[in-house]
């Protein structure tokens, strides 16, 4: 059972282009979780999904920044013109759901803007 | 979700158990204890999680106080692979409740 994929390790963009992150879950995970540090500080919670809903998304910037978890396919956080702030590692998480279970993280994605 | 309070940074020689405090007064019934790590430049990793009685896993135990307010994670014998922030954090065994990560116990381990 292969852990929580999230491609790529490593993104480098252009002020004004767009990020993609992808994340897929654990086979049987149904919710994701985004989440993104900043260098040398903590995880910031961004966004919280199940299957094509958006259950909590009080961690996201308001602009720029979308998230969605189609039915089919792994789930994408979008950044649209990113700006250096945006420069940090995202991490991605899954879980089944169900009351009281654990959730397993990917490797993240570093994000770089040059 | 309820908060947590953990001493930021703790100590520990190679091979010597070590006892990470968490403090949750303000927790609910129906909140789980999760423990995770994170290794420098890696992803969160699970560690262990309960409710109310203790638990045991290969990596660790997870001591829980009996009125629940506060719980410890048990390294049995530190390596110098444990050394990473340890984060404990409450979430409700509900839908729709996601996982809140605090600043953690940054965990040294001295050869």
């Known amino acids: 059972n292969a852990g929580v994929m999230q491609n790529p390790r490593h993104l480098v963009r252009r002020r004004g282009q767009e990020a993609r992150l992808r994340c897929s879950p654990m086979k049987g995970h149904s919710h994701v979780y985004w989440y993104r540090q900043l260098p040398e500080e903590g995880l910031k919670f961004m966004v919280y999904?199940?299957?094509?809903?958006?259950?909590?998304e009080s961690g996201m910037p308001k602009e720029r920044f979308s998230a969605e978890f189609p039915k089919e396919g792994p789930s994408i956080l979008r950044i649209q013109q990113v700006v250096r702030g945006d420069s940090a590692a995202y991490f991605c998480a899954s879980s089944p759901g169900k009351r009281g279970t654990e959730a397993f993280f990917g490797q993240g994605t570093r994000l770089t803007v040059v | 979700d309820a908060k947590t309070t953990q001493p930021n940074s703790m100590e520990s020689n190679e091979e010597e158990p070590v006892h990470l405090p968490c403090n949750h007064s303000?927790?609910?019934?129906?909140?789980?204890i999760h423990w995770y790590r994170q290794l420098p430049s890696q992803g969160p990793e699970y560690v262990i999680h309960?409710?109310?009685s203790n638990v045991n896993n290969r990596m660790a135990s997870l001591a829980i106080a009996e009125d629940r307010k506060s719980s410890t994670l048990i390294l049995h014998r530190a390596t110098l692979r444990d050394a990473a922030v340890y984060y404990c954090i409450l979430r409700d065994g509900g839908d729709g409740q996601n996982f809140v990560f605090g600043p953690g116990t940054r965990l040294s381990v001295l050869p």
């Open positions: 303000t927790i609910s019934g129906t909140d789980y």
């Open positions: 309960g409710l109310t």
């Open positions: 999904l199940q299957k094509e809903n958006i259950i909590d």
